[in-house]
């Protein structure tokens, strides 16, 4: 039986930073308002011209294969999680594929909101469970500045811009991606999304000027949904793979908001210690918050650690993943 193990990770974060500081001097707010409300300090923010979430994506994916050692050759498949990509058509996969020089790779995107990284892993580990691919890459590119409204208080100070990857092979270990878990409730559509610039409402010049080619969040909405949800998403993966909580070496949630990380992990009966968190210096970078979690604290994860990712977003859509670590 062929399992499918993450055999590298890699990551790639824009240059120039917007701490809460500086956000200060745009908009009505002040650091210790973001801070005690979502535990954000700063974001990354990219501002090369032209440039998109294949941008951050391709070099994640560069990374990933000269830290690993694969030849862009080698590559049979490119999954690439975003809600913000470069152009409505082409795929932003088919340009990260393109930059990275991956020549003998198909790639297409999947919108999965923030839960994309997780739901991409899956479908990765789909392919590679079944033999139809060997090397499977997943990326999660987000150029969330993108469809940040920098007026709008409530959620400008949320988001940052990121990408990572990781590469997907076959093993016949018992490792890597083991069980996931996923749900979707169309019901909670109006509370997260950008209300323009699809078919239902095409951009124009009325609708960029009413905002609505911006995100937009009922943020009290969201969030008791965001922490019921991932805990029991969370809770449901642990116990259909027999394992307690204090089986699980690492919980990594997504980077949404430090007041939900905290809930969930409470409720869950998490130690914070077994917590990774990194939103204080990223912010929110929806599909690629939980890959570049993983990437910042890579060097402290073993061999067979016990791992549930998380995540909550636009659709809704949520779920969790168990992962036995195998790098």
């Not at 990933?64 to 795929?91: H, K, M, Q, W």
């Not at 990194?278 to 060097?299: F, M, Q, R, V």
Request: charged share 25%; with cysteine.
């Amino acid at each position: 039986m062929l399992y499918a193990r993450i055999s590298g990770i890699a990551s790639y974060v824009p240059d120039d930073i917007l701490d809460n500081e500086m956000l200060s001097k745009m908009v009505d707010t002040n650091d210790e308002w973001i801070t005690t409300r979502v535990g954000i300090k700063q974001r990354r923010i990219l501002k090369k011209e032209g440039a998109g979430s294949s941008y951050m994506g391709a070099k994640a994916v560069e990374k990933l294969l000269a830290d690993t050692g694969t030849s862009p050759e080698e590559v049979e498949l490119l999954i690439c999680a975003t809600s913000n990509p470069d152009y409505r058509f082409p795929s932003t996969g088919s340009v990260i594929a393109h930059e990275a020089k991956l020549s003998n790779c198909y790639a297409y995107d999947i919108q999965a909101a923030c839960a994309g990284f997780i739901v991409a892993l899956e479908d990765a580990a789909a392919y590679v469970r079944s033999g139809l691919r060997k090397k499977v890459i997943v990326v999660a590119a987000e150029k969330m500045s993108s469809m940040v409204n920098y007026e709008d208080r409530s959620t400008c100070a949320l988001f940052g811009d990121g990408a990572a990857a990781v590469l997907v092979e076959p093993t016949e270990e018992r490792t890597g991606v083991i069980d996931a878990v996923f749900h979707v409730d169309g019901e909670g559509r109006d509370h997260l999304i950008m209300p323009a610039g699809g078919s239902v409402l095409p951009t124009t010049h009325e609708t960029v000027d009413a905002g609505q080619n911006f995100l937009q969040q009922d943020g009290r909405y969201v969030y008791k949904h965001a922490v019921t949800d991932m805990l029991t998403s969370s809770m449901d993966v642990a116990q259909r793979n027999n394992l307690t909580m204090d089986d699980v070496d690492w919980l990594v949630p997504h980077q949404a908001n430090l007041r939900i990380i905290e809930a969930v992990s409470s409720r869950a009966g998490i130690a914070p210690e077994k917590v990774l968190v990194n939103i204080e210096h990223y912010g929110n970078t929806s599909a690629a918050s939980i890959p570049l979690c993983l990437d910042e604290y890579k060097d402290r994860l073993k061999k067979g650690d016990k791992i549930i990712l998380t995540a909550f977003g636009a659709g809704f859509t949520w779920g969790a993943m168990y992962l036995v670590w195998d790098i």
